[in-house]
């Protein structure tokens, strides 16, 4: 494309798409986020680079999902997903940034620097896969997206309202016919159909019932699950609860983050003590479990009892198919329970490594595994399979002796069933189903594998989050001086104590963890920690208070 023509993008960006505020905006742990109304200039721009990185990519698919994930209802966000059906490289972050922040009247030369820095060929076709979640804001900034993509000549396909892992999936599939079909339908045929298969191989005994609560969130995913509870022929018996109806709003006092962090139950679900609920997130990439017992105190089944429950059943599939040169690994962040780190190490014997915050890095990991399952603690996370593994796996299903073929084939639905491309709600809600069915047993059952050390997270707003820096995947901090020292000596006043701090990517706000030997204890340590920061690193508004 000569570089005149693109003196359409910036009239585009004028007329239509024009930035209105000045206020700078960052590609974070999720992509942008923030106010909706503040997002329309820079989900335009995502657009333009969208259809650059398509053509840098030789034409491959780029996705382009427009959410805000599990922030409250006038937030929004846009993030890209790379042709493997991954989150962005990291290293097109600050291209991003650079593209989001510029004037309307840079536009035009920025976007050709970026074209120039990448060495784009601007005469390829380029395509893009575009989704939204359920904002009502969501639509017009769907809009603007494919605006951007069509201003650079690229090729715009929208997905209407899907989940974020759902448009991952379709991304992975365009590019890779292998994986399956690039449609919800597909979807559904590949991860519905295997949940099916294997329930014929494993018939529901002991403990396990097929009963499934839900807490949709009021997003996305409760809406898709209302679909295929309609194929499921009795398989799983959902009841569906906060699908957006009835006023409620989405992520509030309800979904995955809420319950993980206030550690109460959602608004919106009928409880029955013991009963199993899974609860999504608003664009389903999360999913914890809970249940109240007899006396309404929730207990929580996170990210990292995902993690455990499906590291430790493929490890027996693998044992049973006498597959012992292929290793599973795990990765968790410094969220992770300090009693699931052990568990997983001690016993599970299954080596455990600790990365940043953000799923991108979790990920990155697990790839270094032939089979690697990453969660974190929110309940972010799935399991990814080397083609190495594949291939082993494959070998034994068609030839092993009966026992270990049979432990193969498992494992093929498994994968089958598995959305390997990112985190995904319902692919895990099937995953976790099909484990606690295989083991007959119930969630009471399911949490008898460790006990929870009890954690607190606080958030602290501070002048400017950046004044924290990091380093040994987030457990320590080097920056402002003297805070780590601080941490260091509050945290020895407590058993089992441990706590760390962290600048958030998605919220501006600093976020605290504390964990300890009791909920009082990890409450006040949390608290402490809190105060420290907001002491040392610029805190604004009222210092955080010790628990009554
Ligand atoms: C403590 C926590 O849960 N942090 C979340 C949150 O990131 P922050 O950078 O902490 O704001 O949102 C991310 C995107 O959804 C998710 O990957 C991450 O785990
Ligand atoms: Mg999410």
Redesign the pocket.
């Known amino acids: 494309m000569p570089p005149s023509s693109l003196r359409v993008v910036y009239a585009f960006a004028r007329e239509m798409h024009p930035k209105t505020s000045d206020v700078f905006i960052q590609y974070g742990?999720?992509g942008f986020r923030t106010k909706a109304n503040l997002l329309e200039h820079v989900v335009y721009r995502m657009g333009l680079l969208a259809v650059i990185r398509s053509r840098v990519k030789n034409g491959r698919t780029i996705g382009i999902m427009i959410t805000a994930?599990h922030n409250l209802e006038p937030d929004n966000g846009v993030k890209l997903i790379d042709p493997d059906g991954e989150m962005l490289e990291q290293s097109w972050e600050e291209i991003a940034t650079r593209l989001a922040n510029v004037s309307d009247n840079d536009l035009e030369s920025t976007t050709a620097e970026v074209i120039k820095q990448v060495n784009a060929d601007m005469a390829l076709k380029a395509s893009v896969f575009i989704g939204m979640d359920t904002r009502y804001t969501s639509p017009r900034l769907a809009a603007a997206a494919a605006n951007g993509v069509i201003a650079l000549k690229g090729t715009p396909k929208e997905f209407g309202i899907v989940t974020t892992p759902m448009l991952h999936y379709c991304v992975k599939c365009r590019n890779d016919n292998t994986y399956g079909t690039p449609t919800e339908e597909g979807y559904y045929e590949k991860i519905v159909g295997a949940f099916k298969n294997i329930r014929q191989k494993l018939p529901v005994y002991g403990e396990y019932n097929t009963t499934l609560y839900v807490d949709g969130a009021n997003g996305v995913g409760g809406k898709k699950l209302n679909i295929i509870k309609k194929t499921l022929d009795g398989e799983l018996d959902l009841h569906l609860y906060n699908l957006g109806g009835n006023g409620g709003k989405l992520n509030l006092n309800c979904g995955a983050d809420f319950v993980k962090v206030s550690q109460k139950p959602p608004v919106g679900v009928e409880h029955v003590p013991f009963q199993r609920v899974a609860s999504l997130d608003g664009d389903s990439d999360r999913i914890v479990y809970y249940y109240m017992d007899d006396k309404d105190n929730m207990i929580l089944l996170d990210g990292d009892r995902i993690a455990t429950l499906l590291a430790s059943y493929v490890t027996q599939l693998l044992k049973s198919a006498e597959a012992a040169d292929l290793k599973l690994g795990l990765v968790q962040t410094a969220?992770a329970n300090g009693a699931s780190t052990r568990y997983i190490t001690e016993e599970l014997k299954v080596p455990v490594s600790c990365v940043k915050?953000?799923?991108k890095h979790l990920h990155h990991a697990a790839l270094s595994f032939d089979i690697g399952v990453y969660f974190?603690a929110?309940g972010?996370g799935t399991v990814v399979y080397s083609d190495k593994a594949k291939k082993t796996i494959g070998n034994i299903a068609s030839e092993g002796e009966p026992e270990q073929r049979k432990a193969a084939q498992l494992l093929l639905n498994l994968i089958d069933m598995t959305n390997e491309t990112v985190g995904d709600a319902i692919s895990d809600l099937f995953l976790v189903e099909t484990v606690l069915c295989a083991r007959g047993i119930n969630a009471k059952q399911w949490l008898q594998s460790y006990t929870d050390l009890p954690s607190r997270q606080l958030k602290v707003t501070v002048q400017d989050r950046n004044a924290i820096s990091t380093t040994d995947a987030e457990r320590r901090c080097t920056s402002p001086e003297g805070l780590q020292n601080r941490i260091d000596a509050l945290v020895a006043k407590y058993k089992s104590g441990r706590s760390f701090v962290r600048p958030?990517?998605?919220?501006d706000v600093v976020?605290v963890y504390a964990e300890a030997d009791t909920s009082k204890s990890a409450d006040k340590l949390a608290s402490e920690v809190a105060q420290a920061v907001f002491d040392l690193a610029g805190g604004v508004g009222t210092r955080p208070e010790l628990p009554a």
Do not use: I, L, M
Request: aromatic share 6%; glycine share 14%; charged share 20%.
């Open positions: 742990t999720a994930s969220y915050t953000g799923v974190e929110n972010h958030s990517g998605t919220e976020r």
